[in-house]
C-alpha cells in the first residue's frame, strides 16, 4: 500500500486483503449497493462482453478496447485515478509504469481487478471501496482521471465532477465514456440516467473541464475527454 502521500488528513480506511475500505467513526466498514458487482461479479466480463456491449449498447467491446489503448498509449509513469475500476479493465490500456488507484463500490470486481492489473505487471496500485462525491485524496494529486460507462450511475454527477476537477493538477486530463439517449437505435433498458452529450458538456464545462468529444462511432456510447483549468 503506498497511497499515504495522496490521501486527505484524517481519511479513515481499513486495508483487508489488497482493498482498501471506507469506515465510520465506529471502525464499520461502509457498504454500498451495486447494480452489477455483487455475487454475480465474476460473471461480470462475460455479460459485458456477450450482452451488454452488443445488445444494450449495439457497441463492438473489440473497438472500444482499441480505441483506449491508442488514446492511453502515451500515458508513461503518471498518477492515475479511475473512477468505476469494476473488473479492470483499464489494466489492458494502460502501460505498467503508471501509478495506478481504482475505485469502486464493488469489492467483489475490485478483486478481479486486482488479480488484472497484477498479470499486466503494474506495481504501484491501489483499490478503494469508496464514494466518488466524497474523494479521499488531496487537491491537485493525478494527472489522469478515467471513468468509463460509470457516469450513468452516479446520483450527484455534478458533485463528482467538482471533486475530479478538484483531485486532477491544472490541466490534468480526464478521459470517458457513457451511453446516450440520442445514440440509442433500438428499444434497449440501460440502466442509470442517460443525459445527452448537451447536458453533459454544460455539466463538464462548469466545473471548468474544457470538454472535447473523442469522434468515433461505437453504438450508443459517445467518447470524450476534458482538461482541467481550475
Given at each position: 500500500?503506498?497511497?499515504?502521500?495522496?490521501?486527505?488528513?484524517?481519511?479513515?480506511?481499513?486495508?483487508?486483503?489488497?482493498?482498501?475500505?471506507?469506515?465510520?467513526?465506529?471502525?464499520?466498514?461502509?457498504?454500498?449497493?451495486?447494480?452489477a458487482?455483487?455475487?454475480?461479479?465474476?460473471?461480470?466480463?462475460?455479460?459485458?462482453?456477450?450482452?451488454?456491449?452488443?445488445?444494450?449498447?449495439?457497441?463492438?467491446?473489440?473497438?472500444?478496447?482499441?480505441?483506449?489503448?491508442?488514446?492511453?498509449?502515451?500515458?508513461?509513469?503518471?498518477?492515475?485515478?479511475?473512477?468505476?475500476?469494476?473488473?479492470?479493465?483499464?489494466?489492458?490500456w494502460?502501460?505498467s509504469?503508471?501509478?495506478?488507484?481504482?475505485?469502486?463500490?464493488?469489492?467483489?470486481?475490485?478483486?478481479?481487478?486486482?488479480?488484472?492489473?497484477?498479470?499486466s505487471?503494474?506495481?504501484?496500485?491501489?483499490?478503494?471501496?469508496?464514494?466518488?462525491?466524497?474523494?479521499?485524496?488531496?487537491d491537485?494529486?493525478?494527472?489522469?482521471?478515467?471513468?468509463?460507462?460509470?457516469?450513468?450511475?452516479?446520483?450527484?454527477?455534478?458533485?463528482?465532477?467538482?471533486?475530479?476537477?478538484?483531485?486532477?493538477?491544472?490541466?490534468?486530463?480526464?478521459?470517458?465514456?457513457?451511453?446516450?439517449?440520442?445514440?440509442?437505435?433500438?428499444?434497449?433498458?440501460?440502466?442509470?440516467?442517460l443525459?445527452?452529450?448537451?447536458?453533459?458538456?454544460?455539466?463538464?464545462?462548469?466545473?471548468?473541464l474544457?470538454?472535447?468529444?473523442?469522434?468515433?462511432?461505437?453504438?450508443?456510447?459517445?467518447?470524450?475527454?476534458?482538461?482541467?483549468?481550475?
Open positions: 500500500m503506498e497511497a499515504q502521500g495522496i490521501l486527505k488528513p484524517k481519511t479513515k480506511l481499513e486495508f483487508i486483503n489488497n482493498i482498501l475500505y471506507e469506515i465510520d467513526s465506529n471502525r464499520k466498514i461502509l457498504k454500498y449497493k451495486s447494480w458487482g455483487g455475487y454475480f461479479a465474476f460473471l461480470y466480463d462475460r455479460i459485458m462482453k456477450k450482452s451488454v456491449f452488443p445488445k444494450k449498447f449495439d457497441a463492438d467491446i473489440t473497438l472500444h478496447d482499441n480505441l483506449w489503448r491508442q488514446e492511453l498509449k502515451d500515458f508513461q509513469y503518471k498518477n492515475i485515478l479511475e473512477i468505476g475500476t469494476g473488473s479492470g479493465a483499464a489494466a489492458n494502460l502501460d509504469s503508471n501509478e495506478y488507484h481504482g475505485l469502486d463500490i464493488s469489492p467483489r470486481l475490485l478483486k478481479i481487478a486486482v488479480k488484472k492489473f497484477r498479470r505487471g503494474f506495481r504501484k496500485c491501489n483499490y478503494y471501496v469508496s464514494n466518488s462525491e466524497n474523494l479521499v485524496f488531496y491537485n494529486s493525478f494527472d489522469l482521471c478515467l471513468c468509463m460507462l460509470t457516469m450513468n450511475f452516479l446520483a450527484n454527477p455534478d458533485k463528482v465532477l467538482k471533486e475530479i476537477s478538484r483531485v486532477l493538477k491544472e490541466e490534468g486530463l480526464f478521459y470517458g465514456c457513457v451511453p446516450i439517449p440520442e445514440k440509442i437505435h433500438h428499444n434497449a433498458k440501460i440502466n442509470g440516467t443525459l445527452t452529450e448537451k447536458r453533459l458538456k454544460e455539466k463538464f464545462q462548469e466545473q471548468a474544457k470538454w472535447q468529444s473523442i469522434p468515433i462511432e461505437n453504438g450508443a456510447l459517445l467518447y470524450f475527454k476534458a482538461v482541467n483549468f481550475k
